[in-house]
């Protein structure tokens, strides 16, 4: 259960991984760059895993945006393909909810900078300047954002010294 804010109606049903969704649905997936593969060659895909959750009751849908960090696709792809590769993500994720017949949220994925479970890696000054992308590219398609599987409080910090000036909701998700 996630709590929203809203004390009448508390209960919130979130979409499920979107990179599981995409290996079981057949989209290209592959280590390192992971559900972000989809984003890359079969943008498609990402659109038919939201709309399956949205079909299954999904309230809130994630960006496909998690993989979208140089420790996945790479500090050259990452450069040059990086915002409009999370553009896409919004995108896709947007025009999924706007077409659900029931109200959805876009929650704009947030990742780990530098790797899940990683928190040996996080560097809270190399991050910030990619968070701030995030934020930018993102805020036209989100209606929230989420920090997902951050695995040490130093990044949850850094999210919510970043993204604290938005004026959208914000979730932190740790994963310790």
Same mark, same amino acid.
């Given at each position: 259960?996630? *709590?929203?804010?809203?004390?009448?109606?508390?209960?919130?049903?979130?979409?499920?991984?979107?990179?599981?969704?995409?290996?079981? =649905?057949?989209?290209? #997936?592959?280590?390192?760059?992971?559900?972000?593969?989809?984003?890359?060659?079969?943008? &498609?895909?990402?659109?038919?895993?939201?709309?399956?959750?949205?079909?299954?009751?999904?309230?809130?849908?994630?960006?496909?945006?998690?993989?979208?960090?140089?420790?996945?696709?790479?500090?050259?792809? #990452?450069?040059?393909?990086?915002?409009?590769?999370?553009?896409?993500?919004?995108?896709?994720?947007?025009? +999924?909810?706007?077409?659900?017949?029931?109200?959805?949220?876009?929650?704009?994925?947030?990742?780990? =900078?530098?790797?899940?479970?990683?928190?040996?890696? *996080?560097?809270?000054? +190399?991050?910030?300047? =990619?968070?701030?992308?995030? !934020?930018?590219?993102?805020?036209?398609?989100?209606?929230?954002?989420?920090?997902?599987?951050?695995?040490?409080? +130093?990044?949850?910090?850094? #999210?919510? &010294?970043?993204?604290?000036?938005?004026?959208?909701?914000? !979730?932190?998700?740790?994963?310790?």
């Amino acid at each position: 259960m996630v *709590f929203d804010g809203d004390v009448a109606n508390p209960l919130v049903i979130l979409d499920g991984g979107l990179g599981r969704q995409l290996e079981a =649905m057949g989209a290209p #997936f592959r280590q390192p760059e992971w559900s972000a593969l989809a984003l890359i060659e079969a943008p &498609d895909f990402v659109r038919q895993a939201h709309d399956a959750y949205i079909a299954a009751g999904a309230e809130v849908i994630s960006t496909n945006s998690y993989a979208l960090v140089p420790f996945h696709i790479g500090d050259e792809r #990452f450069a040059a393909n990086g915002p409009d590769l999370i553009a896409l993500s919004g995108k896709l994720a947007r025009a +999924a909810a706007d077409a659900a017949k029931a109200p959805v949220r876009v929650a704009g994925g947030i990742p780990p =900078m530098f790797g899940s479970y990683r928190p040996d890696l *996080f560097d809270p000054v +190399a991050a910030v300047p =990619m968070m701030q992308l995030f !934020w930018h590219v993102l805020s036209p398609y989100v209606d929230l954002f989420a920090a997902e599987t951050y695995s040490a409080i +130093a990044e949850a910090r850094c #999210f919510l &010294d970043v993204f604290g000036g938005a004026s959208k909701t914000l !979730w932190v998700s740790l994963s310790l």
